[in-house]
């Protein structure tokens, strides 16, 4: 059984592997320009991030929002080149997929124009990338996780960040199933996403099968929305292509404008079913007992709100 100094420099040792990851891959984007490790980066970010949710979630300071900021700050300016590249395989996949005339004759200049797009945020980046700001949020990251592992108790900081974490997803779903507009549906999928880096923080200090096979519904959520917001950003992609290029009165554009818009349109009816209709499945009933339990584990039994922990999200 480890101890609680032990827990702490398996927290500090984590927190300096992913900072080192976050720097190598940086310097890679630079060096390569490979879209995987736009990918990588992001997702390292994402990582740091809930590493630090959980460090400040008793005790929150202005280092810990600023460390927390500049990692949104990176992952933020590397947006709209991750959306070029997802944009350039749909574009690519519609292309393929062309089979009458007028589409054939329209995808191309769609094209033309995604891959300008992700030249120019490619390059917005890469020269404002700073190679010793990232250095310094390195720094201050493992010395913000290290001061924090002396001090905070990690298992019931994982905890709470588990219960704040679920609740936020069931109010951004509460809220969409009250207004069913593209943003509260995109604020679910953000929700979903943030609950499972908490997972799988929870998981890699406490190892837990359960929870790793029940956590594949918040995949789910994330990959049935995901694909709605994908035609989402190609629909107003192809509208915007027209709209530069004076193409909107072209009867052959507007069909193909027409398509993709009501593909989009299917997609988030589709996404609205699924989310009215999850929480009555045996997957979620699932998932929903198994982070009850796991916030309970690890809950620190002197804590006064340790005897919620057990029916934090039963009901």
């Known amino acids: ?50 590493l630090v949710d959980a460090c400040r979630i008793r005790r929150s300071t202005r280092r810990a929002k600023r460390i927390r900021s500049d990692l949104q700050s990176w992952r933020h300016a590397l947006s709209a080149w991750r959306d070029g590249d997802v944009m350039i395989k ?3 996949q519609a292309q393929q997929k062309a089979h009458h005339t007028y589409e054939r004759a329209v995808w191309p200049t769609i094209a033309e124009k995604t891959a300008a797009r992700r030249k120019r945020a490619a ?18 990251t493992r010395k913000l996780v290290k001061a924090c592992a ?9 905890a709470e960040l588990l219960r704040r974490s679920w609740h936020r997803l069931h109010f951004a779903i509460d809220e969409f199933e009250r207004l069913p507009i593209v943003t509260n549906l995109h604020a679910v999928r953000i929700k979903a996403k943030s609950l499972r880096y908490a997972l799988q923080l929870r998981r890699r200090f406490y190892p837990d099968k359960k929870l790793e096979e029940s956590s594949g519904l ?17 629909s107003e992609l192809v509208r915007t292509t027209f709209s530069e290029c004076d193409g909107l009165s072209d009867p052959e554009a507007a069909k193909v404008t027409e398509s993709i818009k009501e593909q989009e349109i299917v997609m988030a009816e589709s996404a609205r079913r699924y989310l009215l209709t999850m929480q009555e499945t045996e997957q979620y009933k699932q998932l929903r007992r198994v982070v009850s ?14 005897a919620l922990h057990q029916n934090a999200i039963s009901a």
């Not at 080192?20 to 980066?41: C, G, N, P």
């Not at 390059?123 to 201050?140: G, I, Q, S, V, W």
């Not at 916030?295 to 620190?300: D, G, K, L, R």
Request: hydrophobic share 35%.
């Open 123 to 140: 390059k917005e980046f890469l020269k404002n990338a700073d190679l010793r700001k990232m250095r310094k949020l390195r720094t201050k």
């Open 90 to 92: 749909l574009v690519e």
């Open 1 to 50: 059984m480890r101890t609680q100094k032990e827990l702490s420099q398996e927290l500090v040792r984590y927190a300096a592997k992913r900072t080192r990851k976050l720097s190598k891959t940086l310097q890679t984007i630079i060096r390569m320009k490979d879209a995987e490790a736009v990918h990588d980066f992001r997702k390292t970010t994402r990582d740091l991030q809930c």
């Open 218 to 234: 918040l995949k789910e959520i994330q990959d049935q929305i995901g694909a709605w917001h994908d035609d989402l950003m190609l």
């Open 293 to 306: 339990a796991a916030i309970y584990a690890t809950s620190n039994a002197e804590d006064e709100e340790a």
């Open 150 to 158: 002396k001090v905070e108790p990690l298992g019931d900081n994982l």
